[in-house]
């Protein structure tokens, strides 16, 4: 579509044409495209909503932190009576802080506070039983949320350096920079507010020929008046629209152009406070203006001239010159300052637009996090129900095997004749030195070890509980009998002072899976929507 506008405007406006007076229509363009921007500039500007601050899932995964960390830790940053320590550099010199602490402080004195006397915490600490754990329950607990806290801790930062390309895309300071574009003022008409006397101000057309600086100011609105203002004590000939007749000019306007002559030109740019003002349109807009700018002898035009001069005059040029616009093989066209107001507006409603759809998608995961790590509790305590209930098993079916084997014996022991205790292999075995009946049916030792043996290997390969606890030693720990799970050396380790089933390993590692998995889902979100900015 740009392209097509493009290619418009260069049809309808021949270089040839520059060496004819200004006439009817002659700035018909450009009054159509600078309207445009008049009205992007006064406009309501589009910024995009972005969602609620992340300070709560932060601050809930530090209290859960601080509720199962150690004494000595929260003692830190919270006093005896619970009050916060505020930060220091003596804390560096004499207690040996790193210094990036000074970063976390804030949100730790916070959390430590609150985990220790704020109701609605404990309440919530109590509910998902993070109040209920065990000792060596809390150090699992520690273990899976630094793991969360670690995952997730580049995620914050990121999130905190969105930010300033959030807050600096707000409406109100969109809205500086476009009104500056129009007006050259952050809020209000700034010089245009009132009539003022006829010179080197707005009211003086010499500005026309020398970039349309009021001051060092550049503006829409005195571009506005030297395209379509004339200085022949009466009104141009429909120079910048056939619709309707304006009656602004130089002579006529001499002590109120910025006012009076201003307001008449601005009838055909039809301002509405309420007209979408977005990014895309900007951008699209000043394309066309760079387009309508014509270059002679390295200075940039834009409106019609004959001689090389913007005077007012319709036999010289209803323009405004941009002296030396071409430097080199480059054009200023960036350095005008309404256009560089324009483009900080638009830059600022697309930074900011791609920043909260980053930070969205930051926040989801770090509620996602949140949830998960008011579940660890719960997730404990049901794998250490779950082991508990396998031991048990185990400890049931070895006694089960126990009394069949005494029972077995007790069959065995009872059969007198050497052809019943062989029916009887090969749970009985016969001892006799001959047939000759007697007490010679033995239970078969060597048949029940190999039925234990392959107990014992079944459980293995269906996942049952190898029962670590009952080693107390690191090297029968390191020993114990069956077949290791795949990746494992050995059934049973030596784990945080106990043996345990090397599979708890894995267990620690959930957490961080699940942490992973959050990184992933934002990294997947950012080449989902990069590109998509409205």
């Known amino acids: 579509m740009l392209v097509a506008l493009l290619i418009l405007v260069k049809l309808i406006h021949p270089a040839s044409a520059a060496a004819s007076d200004v006439a009817a229509g002659s700035n018909k363009r450009e009054h159509a495209v600078v309207c445009n921007l008049m009205q992007l500039a006064t406009g309501d500007p589009f910024v995009s909503g972005c969602p609620d601050d992340i300070s709560d899932e932060v601050m809930a995964l530090n209290v859960m932190n601080m509720s199962v960390a150690e004494e000595s830790w929260k003692s830190k940053f919270i006093g005896e009576s619970d009050a916060a320590l505020q930060w220091s550099q003596e804390l560096v010199t004499a207690k040996g802080y790193p210094e990036t602490w000074a970063n976390h402080w804030p949100v730790w004195t916070q959390a430590a506070k609150r985990a220790r006397s704020d109701e609605q915490t404990r309440h919530n600490l109590k509910e998902a039983q993070y109040s209920m754990l065990s000792p060596e329950e809390r150090k699992a607990a520690q273990q899976e949320l630094r793991a969360i806290l670690n995952a997730t801790a580049g995620l914050i930062e990121v999130a905190n350096n969105l930010k300033a390309e959030i807050s600096n895309g707000d409406k109100a300071k969109v809205k500086e920079f476009l009104n500056e574009a129009a007006y050259g003022a952050k809020t209000g008409k700034g010089n245009y507010e009132q009539a003022g006397e006829r010179g080197t101000g707005v009211n003086a057309k010499a500005t026309c020929n020398d970039g349309g600086k009021v001051g060092k100011q ?13 200085d022949t004590g009466g009104p141009a000939e429909n120079v910048c629209t056939a619709v309707q007749e304006l009656t602004a000019d130089w002579t006529n306007n001499a002590a109120n152009m910025a006012t009076t002559g201003l307001t008449n030109i601005l009838t055909s740019c039809r301002l509405s406070e309420t007209k979408q003002t977005r990014p895309e349109a900007i951008y699209a807009a000043l394309s066309i203006v760079e387009a309508l700018i014509q270059v002679k002898a390295g200075d940039g035009y834009l ?14 040029g209803m323009c405004v010159k941009y002296a030396s616009y071409v430097t080199g093989d480059k054009a200023t066209f960036s350095q005008i300052e309404w256009v560089a107001k324009l483009l900080a507006a638009a830059d600022a409603m697309h930074r900011r637009h791609a920043a909260c759809i980053e930070y969205r998608n930051i926040k989801h995961s770090l509620t996602v996090a949140t949830a998960q790590a008011w579940h660890i509790p719960a997730s404990i305590k049901l794998r250490q129900v779950s082991g508990k209930k396998a031991a048990a098993d185990e400890n049931t079916n070895s006694k089960k095997s126990e009394a069949n084997k005494q029972q077995e014996n007790v069959e065995c022991k009872a059969i007198k004749q050497a052809a019943k205790c062989r029916e009887k292999q090969p749970t009985c075995e016969w001892k006799g030195k001959n047939d000759n009946d007697g007490e010679h049916c033995k239970l078969n030792e060597t048949n029940v070890s190999k039925q234990e043996s392959q107990a014992a ?65 934002v990294e997947f979100y950012k080449i989902k929507n990069f590109g998509q900015f409205y």
């Open 218 to 230: 550049q503006t829409l609105a005195q571009v506005l008046i030297c395209l379509c203002a004339t």
């Open 303 to 316: 409106g019609h001239t004959k001689t090389g001069q913007c005077t007012g005059s319709q036999s010289q």
């Open 457 to 521: 290997t079944d459980g293995e390969t269906s996942g049952a509980d190898p029962n670590c606890g009952q080693y107390t030693d690191p090297d029968k720990c390191s020993k114990a009998p069956g077949k290791p799970k795949e990746g494992k050396k050995s059934v049973c380790g030596w784990i945080e002072g106990k043996c345990q089933d090397s599979s708890f390993l894995v267990n620690k590692q959930f957490a961080l899976s699940v942490a992973t998995a959050i990184v992933g889902f």
